[in-house]
């Protein structure tokens, strides 16, 4: 059985065999559309409306910003812990230069820096 959602926008999605198909004044099944548009205002009752989504509450939009932050310094911290593994290796061989052990202390500044962000990001909440 084909089930039919009607939009808010007057268009109409048919459901056939599990799969959705939209209906649309200009879309490949144009011919069908006014015919169902009849069928929508003749009998209404026997369509599902389909209404858009709630937009989402300014709480949810600051908890998503809050983990796209949280994603983006996690992110740069595995790019600082990659860019440290060479020199940390030629420190610990015995074999590191002065440029590499400033270089690593940069890093280490950086990732700091990003775990005082992390930390209120996720314990503060910020």
Not at 47 to 72: K, M
Not at 86 to 110: F, H, N, W
């Amino acid at each position: 059985m084909n089930k039919i959602k009607h939009r808010q926008n007057d268009t109409f999605v048919i459901e056939h065999d599990g799969n959705p198909y939209h209906l649309t004044p200009t879309c490949g099944q144009k011919e069908m559309y006014p015919e169902i548009l009849q069928q929508y205002k003749d009998n209404p009752d026997g369509f599902e409306e389909e209404y858009p989504p709630e937009p989402p509450s300014q709480e949810t939009i600051q908890e998503r910003e809050r983990q796209v932050s949280i994603n983006r310094i996690q992110t740069e911290l595995n790019k600082i812990d990659a860019k440290s593994i060479r020199a940390l290796r030629a420190i610990s061989g015995g074999m590191g230069t002065d440029e590499e052990i400033q270089r690593l202390a940069e890093l280490e500044r950086q990732a700091k820096e990003l775990r005082v962000e992390l930390i209120e990001k996720t314990v503060v909440g910020g």
